[in-house]
């Protein structure tokens, strides 16, 4: 696998991650049965795929990416689904989130 393989698995990872977050929340609490199972079928594969971006991106490199992009696709999904506003304070803090992923992505990784 190459490097631009890699990265598309990764995106692939963050949609998997932002589906299960989004299904989760559908779930209640895991007392609804479809949400429920889709929320952990796209979790396993999401681990899955996030296994295999990891044959060629450090680990630390990998989950930093996966992690912050999947709080900003999280945020912005939780926006247009389930109308939730973020405030100045967490704009500001997700703007920093994504100066991050751009650090470790394109300096941190020699």
């Not at 990998?62 to 973020?86: C, D, E, M």
């Not at 405030?87 to 989130?97: H, M, Q, V």
Request: with cysteine; proline share 3%.
């Amino acid at each position: 696998m190459n490097m631009t393989s890699s990265y598309l698995f990764l995106i692939l990872a963050v949609v998997l991650g932002v589906t299960s977050n989004s299904f989760a929340k559908s779930a209640q609490g895991f007392t609804l049965i479809i949400p429920s199972i889709v929320t952990a079928i796209t979790i396993v594969m999401c681990m899955y795929t996030l296994s295999m971006v990891m044959k060629n991106i450090p680990m630390g490199i990998t989950y930093a990416s996966f992690a912050g992009l999947t709080i900003i696709a999280t945020v912005i999904v939780g926006i247009i689904r389930f109308n939730q506003i973020p405030n100045l304070y967490s704009i500001i803090g997700l703007a920093l989130i994504i100066a991050g992923v751009l650090m470790v992505n394109l300096l941190g990784n020699n």
